[in-house]
């Protein structure tokens, strides 16, 4: 008898493990696969990307709550502010079970961009030979990423970098034209006629600065804009 109800508790455990391994597998069944929410969230950002030609899109989906114990769904819907910052949050829903859900994504847009070849100190007057090409996070420096190098040659560069280091166009200024002591070809025009004359540049300025300049004949100190030619012009 003993034998007996010792193999009838034997069954009796292995039966209800055998259920609680079911029970397990069930309301695992139950839960939404996360793995599916980044994959609905990535099907739904890599397309606005398309727009940037010769530039490629990536898409970082942050960590989702481990304890979340969403409802299957069938249909999930992604909602997503426009693709043009580094960080943006995705709204991740869906209608039948009813849930919601938001996730923090990180967005990398990487573009054949100019940058340092070598270490560059401030004030560096940039040449072909210091600058070269390579991938860039056009979202991590959304501030000027520059792609083409007639922009950047000629340039001085207000900070300094490491090699690799992306140029920005805020980091640049352009060369000074127009020198504080300099005599410069001042071009007077209105709507009927031109005129020239001498003046002193009374500050230094570059090409589009406004600085203040001495007419030779008549001693009038003016205000005129450097042009490119290294005169200054006032237009009438």
Known sequence: MALKNRLSGIAFAGAAALLIARAGVSSAEEIQDQAAIRAAIEATITPHFAANHGASGEVDVGAIDSRLRLAPCGNIKVDVPPA?????TAKVSCDTPSWTIYVP??????????????????????????????????FANNAGV??????????????????????LSPQLDLPIAVHRGQKVMLTLTDSEMTIKATALALEDGRVGDSISVQNAESQKTLRATVARDGGVEINF
Request: hydrophobic share 45%.
């Open 84 to 88: 043009n910052a580094a960080m943006i």
């Open 146 to 167: 520059v792609t083409d190098t007639h922009e950047v040659t000629g340039k001085i560069l207000r900070v300094g970098l490491v090699a690799g280091s992306p140029i």
């Open 105 to 138: 994504v990180r967005l990398h847009l990487w573009v054949d961009a100019i940058v340092a070849s070598t270490n560059l100190p401030p004030n560096t007057i940039l040449t072909g030979g210091q600058l070269t090409r390579g991938k860039v996070d056009a």
